[in-house]
């Protein structure tokens, strides 16, 4: 009976680890980042943050995944309510940036710090970016198998448009620009579909009622 609560306790602990190491590489960068800051900033010892994770690059890969699973989430869950492979898209585009918007400590791990952690994270980062898309280019296999987009080269389009979010939200995360990462939504929605032959048509507002409460 004793396992389950010391499990729990475990699980506790390793997830303020986890919250621990989000604040302090966001604030200090991987490079500057100490284990022993971690162990400081979750209020544990180094040896307890060793119990976990064997170092400071392990924390950093369970954030990256922790990032990629909450988004991959967010977005299968938002997908699944909307019909049709254009809503589905723009479901997808609203949540992926308020997601960001939401987490933006550990969004700036995910987008700005990986790239300066050097090579030991870029197969982790390239799983991720396939993973997102690959979810993309799916969608735009649907929307050419229904008429709604001309057919064209779906893994180079999807590509292309992780790339504009990816570039977008880097802005954001760097110059603060736009205020609100959300607002970005029209414009980039708008270029993505003319991207694929998408004519624009309705207003865009009207599908963020269709994902509010995502991020």
């Known amino acids: 009976m004793r396992a389950e609560p010391e499990q729990a306790r475990s699980r506790e602990r390793r997830q303020r680890i986890l919250e621990a190491g989000v604040a302090v590489f966001a604030r200090k960068g991987f490079r500057d980042t100490l284990v022993d800051d971690i162990a400081a900033e979750a209020d544990t010892s180094k040896g307890g943050v060793y119990f976990h994770f064997p170092n400071k690059q392990a924390i950093f890969l369970a ?12 977005l299968e869950e938002a997908m699944a309510r909307a019909e049709g492979p254009r809503a589905r898209g723009d479901a ?17 791990l995910f987008f700005v710090e990986a790239m300066g952690a050097g090579r030991q994270f870029s197969a982790a980062m390239m799983e991720q970016h396939s993973r997102f898309i690959t979810l993309i280019r ?56 003319r991207s694929v032959g998408l004519e624009e048509s309705g207003d865009p507002g009207a599908e963020r009622g269709t994902t509010q409460g995502e991020g």
């Open 63 to 74: 954030l990256l995944e922790q990032m990629g699973s909450l988004l991959a989430r967010r």
């Open 92 to 108: 997808a585009l609203l949540t992926a940036l308020r997601t960001f918007s939401g987490h933006r400590a550990l969004s700036r």
């Open 138 to 193: 799916h969608n735009l296999d649907e929307a050419v198998t229904a008429g709604v987009i001309p057919p064209l080269d779906t893994e180079l389009a999807a590509t292309a448009w992780f790339g504009a979010l990816y570039e977008v939200t880097t802005r954001w995360l760097l110059t603060g620009r736009p205020a609100r990462l959300e607002d970005a939504y029209p414009a980039l929605r708008l270029l993505l579909a």
